[in-house]
């Protein structure tokens, strides 16, 4: 454990000197710390109704969600015991297979150190890492041979643990059925190295998985948020323009902030990560994902066109 903090703290400090070296990576780490300056190109072409900024005359037509403290509430997390749980599940369950696992303690160390550094290195890059793929990688390398099946499983029983850990709202399927019945396209964009079968295998649980057709999780770029490229192939993929898509998210730097670059509105759901901090300008907090049914219908119902013109109801 020693060995896996010091290098932990040396991977820390060349971060930092890359950072002093490069100010965009700077930037990039303190975004959290600007006030959204976000100018659409046409000041007159805006209006912030329900408390969103958006083109007039726009119709919502689709919502990305983020995933972790917006659709799924996890809350502060103990994250070295939750490791440590899931690596227990997965020793057990190689060991099970007679696989080559090893002890569990230096089983333990060797992930946990594993997933430092490429979080650390993550940090630096502004790419996820696929953590299943990695652990695998290290798993053939010391002799494992399962099949694509049992990585799978593998895969899930690393996640399982912070799964459940993870609420939703209790009324969550009848918001997501309004919003489905009102013909919007529902998509989840999610920093994330967790695998894709994982993450989906527990929205299924939920019952919410078929929801959302479009899940773009970081790990399968070559970039993540906050950079503008990941919210553009999401853009893409809907195939609705970027004005006619509603961003939720819980982090101002993360999801807000460049989402409003990107030319969306935006909407922040109140949680942990964002308590004290200023709302962005033309930005509405919401509580509970429940409200977004009534803010589209009173943004979609006040810009309704009859033929050529606008009807704007007061």
């Known amino acids: 454990m020693r060995f896996t903090v010091a290098v932990a703290l040396l991977v820390s400090s060349m971060v930092k000197r890359l950072r002093s070296r490069n100010p965009g990576l700077e930037a990039r780490a303190t975004i959290d710390g600007l006030h959204n300056r976000y100018e659409p190109r046409n000041r007159h072409t805006t209006d912030a109704t329900y408390g969103v900024l958006v083109v007039k005359g726009t119709m919502i037509k689709a919502v990305l969600f983020d995933l972790g403290e917006t659709l799924l509430n996890f809350g502060k997390v103990d994250t070295l015991a939750v490791f440590r749980e899931s690596a227990r599940l997965t020793h057990n369950y190689l060991v099970s297979c007679d696989q080559p696992a090893g ?13 430092q550094i490429r979080s650390l290195w993550a940090n630096v890059t502004g790419r996820d890492f696929d953590a299943l793929s990695l652990l695998k990688q290290f798993g053939e390398k010391r002799g ?5 099946e049992h990585w799978r499983q593998i895969g899930w029983l690393w996640y399982e643990p912070l799964s459940k850990l993870g609420t939703v709202e209790e009324d969550i399927k009848e918001t997501l059925t309004k919003l489905r019945d009102m013909g919007l396209k529902l998509g989840i964009l999610s920093n994330t190295f967790i695998s894709s079968g994982s993450l ?17 999780y970081s790990y399968q770029f070559k970039f ?20 006619n898509i509603l961003f939720v998210g819980d982090r101002i730097n993360k999801d807000i902030t460049p989402a409003l670059r990107a030319g969306m509105p935006a909407v922040l759901k109140s949680a942990y990560t964002n308590r004290g901090k200023a709302v962005p300008a033309g930005v509405r907090k919401i509580e509970r994902i429940a409200e977004l049914p009534g803010i589209i219908e009173g943004i979609n119902g006040k810009n309704v066109t009859r033929g050529p013109s606008l009807v704007t109801r007061k």
């Open 144 to 148: 494992v041979r399962l099949d694509q």
């Open 103 to 115: 002890g569990f303690r230096g089983y333990y160390l060797r992930n946990l150190f594993a997933i």
């Open 224 to 243: 993540r948020k906050p950079d503008r490229r990941i919210f553009e192939a999401a853009v893409a993929a809907i195939g609705e323009e970027t004005p």
């Open 200 to 216: 989906d295998r527990h929205l299924a649980q939920l019952g919410i998985l078929d929801f959302f057709p479009y899940r773009f």
